[in-house]
């Protein structure tokens, strides 16, 4: 009879800035500069702008049911900044950082939001796929992606982002169980923002910590302050560079969800208000500006200059995607690699007798 | 038909102590449209039970709990997200009592809404209906209004088998009806004739019904129009009486026209009852597209136009 201990994982969890701006130098990012965090930082404050104009919209009828991100800009930003410009992301619905950051349009972001798939067409050098609504599905995508980076000999990693929600799906295993047994380049970022709608986290699985689920699947798992930017980029440099060698990687980037799941939600009817000013007082954009504010790098002119250069460059996206109207005769085009002649036959209908007016 | 959903499950577990419900934020939140609203104040979270994110999840522990003597009612949050458990449906659901010769029995109710025309996000519209009739084995409903939603949903919840309830949310809260308070049942596998008339029959369900009887008001038509309920098994005597007495038939569904539900029905009219009909059956639906973002939402589903256009065509033959 034998009887012994076959297997002893931990978690690690990392924070570099906690909510006051103190920094532990002994994790603090050697290569990374002043300027650096000063564009952290106004990455940040540009996408909690974006998300407030989008939302303001919302309420207006201008765009559909939106998903806002407020609360989780540290985590989208940082994890955007410390990809290289050859890596890759596959997104969630929530992920509006993210895209910003890697060089989407603003324009394209309100199109999207506004239900048109012209906002979709994701440029190239932005090297991301487009949202996807379907929860916890699309990190496989992100597996098969760096299985054909590695395939074709490509120096390039993929990002694939799903919220906490997303690790109880069967796909979310699956793709950390393909990533360890390929080997393949590939970082499974969950935005742990404590909530799935209206299930807390502690509802979501008995496990003690999300990254653990890595630990099942033969790849590394850690932990970070989703709202330390740095600590986030930190993480994510770090997992880039493990992916590259072999070693895929999941981070559980722990944030908080400030806002409603969406436009159609109410979280006053499951969650306590209380939890709100908890992480309120942990909020990610606060504890950059105090840290640069202490070195001389940031006060309230530079703050109330960027906050009028982003509301005109947002105001001129809005303006832009209102004008785009849309050709219905799109969605007939763009289905398969050639039009059908039975689906022709539907279009043409459609167009002799004006169905769309 | 929010609140008559929410009366025939409430009714449902009174009477039943076996019914259970679970799925993504039914519990505290009441659903993500308030159909679950206060059941679990009511029954406790033993009975109502927030389920964690995995439709595969949901709808495989209903099976489990179905064959323990249990009566699920599972709610999967949007009919998109349902294929992540289509394998569950289609590979175990549909098949446990046939192929143990009825020894193993799936009693559950799986709760979806479907269709579109609220101008939701992607994967919140499509119209399902044949994907899951297809197999065999899968009895799927659809109600186009509150007095329907309850009986059917009750009658549903009695059954020894598994069957989908489909919800569309266009309806949800489109029109009010007085639904009587008391439990009664409505027979599944049975369409409704909603309107009486000689010149064309019009086969429709869903989302549909509104659309189809707002144009016969319209163009003061003369036409029967037939509320199919339930998709599979297919009333077919409804459907063959009214082709026959009329001569015309129309099929009119939101879902995608090819391979739609419409072409079953439009096959079992022409295998049976060619030689009494004056023109060519027609059918509506959806272009033959993946249900497209809200932004061109209006262009994909028919609207009264073309379903007033394919009747005029009808008519003309
Ligand atoms: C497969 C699937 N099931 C259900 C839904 C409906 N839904 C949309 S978002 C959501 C919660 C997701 O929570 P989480 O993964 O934590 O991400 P978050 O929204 O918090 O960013 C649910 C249930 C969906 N979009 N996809
Ligand atoms: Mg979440």
Redesign the interface.
Known sequence: MVSKETFNGSVEYVQVMDENGNVDQSLFPQDLKDEQIVEMLKWMILTRALDAKTLSLQRQGRV??YAPLVGEEATQVGTALAMRKQDMFVPG?RQHGVYLVRGASLEAHFM?W????EG?KVPKEVGGLP?S?????QILHAVGLAFAQKYKKQDSVVLGYTGD??T????FYESLNFAGVWKVPVVAVVENNEW????PRS???AAQTLAQKAIAAGIKGVQVDGNDVIGVYKVTKDAIESAKNGMPVMIESMTYRMSMH?T??DPT??RDPKEVEYWKARDPIDRVRKYLTAKNLWNADIEAKLAEENSKRINEAVEKAEAFK?D?K???EN?YSFVPE??QE??DD?EA????? | MLNAINNALDLSMKADENIVLLGEDIGKDGGVFRVTDGLQAKYGENRVMDSPLAESGIIGTSIGMAIGGLHPIPEIQFAGFMLLGFSQLLNHAARYRERSRGAFTVPMVVRTPVSGGIRALEHHSDSPEILYSHIGGLIVVEPSNPYDAKGLLMMAATMNDPVLFLEPTKLYRLFKQEVPEDAYTIPIGKANRIAEGNDLSIITWGTMVPVVRNVVDKKKLSADIIDMRTINPLDEQAVLESAKKTGRVLIVHEASLSFGAGAEISARIAEKAMFELKAPIMRVGSPSLPYPLPGYETAYIPNEKKVAQAIDKLMSV
């Open positions: 559909y049911t619905y999207g506004r239900g048109f798939e979709l949202v609504v379907p929860v916890g599905t929600g997303g109880s799906e069967g796909d799935a709608i209206s299930v509802h979501q699985t969406t159609a939600d009817k499951y849309g219905p799109s969605m007939f289905a039975t689906l539907e279009l459609a007798n004006n169905f769309w007016q």
